[in-house]
C-alpha cells in the first residue's frame, strides 16, 4: 500500500502540473471503487480554477473554491499527469482533465477512493483523523498520553490514525527499530524517554523518506513514472531472515494485527 511519504511524493508531482489549472472534464469510468464514485457532484467542478493540492492523512485533496475532490490510492493505486492521448490501460479509472493533460488513477485492485468535498472541506473520512506525523501537533506530550491507558502492542498504537495518521507499516517497522523498541512492548510499558525518541523518530524517518522519493514497491510509482529509492536504505522492512545491519544478528518476523512486523531481538529487547 502507498504510505504517507508515497502520497506527499504524488502531491508535490501533481501539483507541478496541475494546481492554478482549470478542470475541464472529469471522466469516471468505473462507478465504484472502495465507495461509489459520486460523479453528479464531481461534474460541478468543471470549470473550475485548482486552487491547491493537499493532503491528509493519505488522501490527496484537489481544491477548488467552490468544492474539492479527495482521493486515495488504497492498496494499490498510483497515480500519473499525462497528456490527454495516451492510451488507455487496464485498471485506469478516473481521469480529472486540466486542458491536453489528464491526472490518471489507476487502481488494479479497486480499493481506492475518489470522493467528493463542499467548499469547507469537510469530510466524514477525515473525522476520526490525528494530527499529522510531521506538524506540531504531533508532540512526545501526545504520544505519551495516548499511550498511557494502553495495553496494546506500540506498533498497533503507532498506527492507529486516531493517534497519529500515515504511520504505515513499512515506518513503523523502520521507527521502532530505530528507537530499540520491540513492536510488541504494550504501549503503556514504553519508558517516557523511548516515546519521546521515537515522536522524533517517525517524523525523521517520514521526512527522510519524502525527500528521497518513496519506498520502492511494487504496486507504486511516483507521477513521472520514476520509482522511489528510500526502499535501499530500509533497516528491517521486508528483511526477515536477513542479518541486522548493526550487530549482524538474524532479523525476525512476527504478525501483529495480520502485518509483518519485522525486529532485531537484540537491538529491540522486549520490554514487558
Not at 511516483?222 to 533497516?235: E, H, M, R, V
Not at 501483529?256 to 522486549?270: E, V
Request: hydrophobic share 40%.
Amino acid at each position: 500500500m502507498p504510505e504517507l511519504p508515497e502520497v506527499e511524493v504524488s502531491r508535490l508531482g501533481v501539483s507541478q502540473h496541475l494546481n492554478g489549472e482549470v478542470i475541464t472534464d472529469i471522466v469516471i469510468r468505473t462507478p465504484k471503487l472502495r465507495w461509489d464514485i459520486p460523479k453528479a457532484d464531481l461534474a460541478k467542478l468543471v470549470g473550475q480554477k485548482i486552487t491547491a493540492i493537499s493532503r491528509r492523512a493519505k488522501y490527496l485533496i484537489i481544491e477548488t473554491v467552490i468544492g474539492h475532490i479527495i482521493i486515495h490510492l488504497g492498496m494499490s493505486g498510483s497515480l500519473r499527469v499525462i497528456d490527454s492521448t495516451t492510451e488507455l490501460k487496464k485498471h485506469d479509472h478516473v481521469d480529472v482533465a486540466v486542458g491536453n493533460k489528464v491526472l490518471r488513477l489507476n487502481d488494479p485492485r479497486r480499493f481506492g477512493a475518489v470522493l467528493y468535498a463542499n467548499e469547507s472541506g469537510e469530510h466524514k473520512v477525515f473525522e476520526k483523523l490525528g494530527p499529522e506525523p510531521l506538524t506540531d501537533a504531533f508532540s512526545a506530550q501526545h504520544l505519551i498520553a495516548k499511550c498511557s491507558k494502553r495495553k496494546a502492542a506500540i506498533k498497533l498504537v503507532i498506527m492507529d490514525n486516531p493517534v497519529v495518521v500515515g504511520v504505515g507499516n513499512i515506518y513503523a517497522n523502520e521507527a521502532l527499530f530505530l528507537t530499540g523498541i520491540h513492536p510488541l512492548t504494550p504501549a503503556n510499558q514504553v519508558s517516557t524517554a523511548k516515546l519521546i525518541a521515537l515522536t522524533q523518530t517517525i517524523k525523521d524517518v517520514l521526512a527522510a523518506a519524502i525527500k528521497q522519493g518513496g519506498t520502492t514497491l511494487k504496486d507504486f510509482s511516483q507521477t513521472d513514472g520514476k520509482p522511489g529509492y528510500f526502499a535501499q536504505s530500509l533497516f528491517v522492512y521486508g528483511r526477515e531472515g536477513e542479518a541486522c545491519l548493526r550487530c549482524k544478528t538474524i532479523l525476525k518476523a512476527v504478525k501483529i494485527g495480520q502485518r509483518a512486523s519485522t525486529y532485531c531481538k537484540k537491538c529491540q529487547p522486549i520490554d514487558m
